[in-house]
Nanobody, 125 residues
Framework: QAQLVESGGGLVQAGDSLRLSCAAS????????MAWFRQAPGKEREFVAA????????SYADSVKDRFTISRVYAKNTVYLQMNSLKAEDTAVYYC??????????????????WGRGTQVTVSS
């Protein structure tokens, strides 16, 4: 069964950087449209960034634009989220999501039918 496995979370200080990775375990995924979401305690899951399957079109939440960058390596079937200038409000569990049936990505969590288990990012101020 296809799986998404996130890694790269951790505890950092405000202003630091982290890079999250999301690897699709099955070649059957064949580089689907993918996205990152996050969920802080007591809050709803929110969109962070997304990338299309083909063409590399990306989209970002306003709160992370110009600080975060989503990218992918097709040969590794992996998507990355480079997070710079981290703030305390970026603290959350970050989830990777995929839709292998769509080339275009989207910002709604309902659009994605595969999810990773999440990786914790904690930013101390």
């Amino acid at each position: 069964q296809a799986q998404l496995v996130e890694s790269g979370g951790g505890l950092v200080q405000a202003g630091d950087s982290l890079r999250l990775s999301c690897a699709a375990s099955s070649r059957a995924f064949n580089n689907p449209s993918m996205a990152w979401f996050r969920q802080a305690p007591g809050k709803e899951r929110e969109f962070v960034a997304a990338i299309d399957s083909i063409g590399g079109r990306t989209s970002y939440a306003d709160s992370v634009k110009d600080r975060f960058t989503i990218s992918r390596v097709y040969a590794k079937n992996t998507v990355y989220l480079q997070m710079n200038s981290l703030k305390a409000e970026d603290t959350a569990v970050y989830y990777c999501a995929a839709n292998p049936n769509r080339d275009r990505s989207a910002t709604s969590p309902a659009y994605y039918n595969y999810w990773g288990r999440g990786t914790q990012v904690t930013v101390s101020s």
